[in-house]
Nanobody, 123 residues
């Protein structure tokens, strides 16, 4: 049974940093694509960053390239999203997700979702 637990959200000032964590049970990172998605009020859920387990292929939304970094630590069964140079438009609920595929950045292909953690960036 796969379970994901996201944490690390909070309030940050524009230009600041936060690191989100997502602990995973029942997931072998080598066999799963993992990703971070976000949803702002009144907007659809969007992919932020994804990584494939087998070869480490990554995807970043254009809006976060150069500022966010996705990573994982298989020994700790934890995935991370390091967010630097935060902007007010990064304010959203952030979700971690996993699926037993080589790689995908499509939210509708992810099977397992964490509960979400709120990130608020003030100007």
């Amino acid at each position: 049974d796969v379970q994901l637990q996201a944490s690390g959200g909070g309030l940050a000032q524009a230009g600041g940093s936060l690191r989100l964590s997502c602990t995973a049970s029942g997931v072998t990172f080598d066999d799963y694509a993992i990703g971070w998605f976000r949803q702002a009020p009144g907007k659809p859920r969007e992919g932020v960053a994804c990584i494939g387990g087998t070869d480490g292929i990554t995807y970043y939304a254009d809006s976060v390239k150069g500022r966010f970094t996705i990573s994982s630590d298989a020994a700790k069964a934890t995935m991370y999203l390091q967010m630097n140079s935060l902007k007010p438009e990064d304010t959203a609920v952030y979700y971690c997700a996993a699926v037993r595929l080589r790689f995908t950045a499509r939210a509708d292909e992810y099977h397992y979702w964490g509960q979400g953690t709120l990130v608020t960036v003030s100007s």
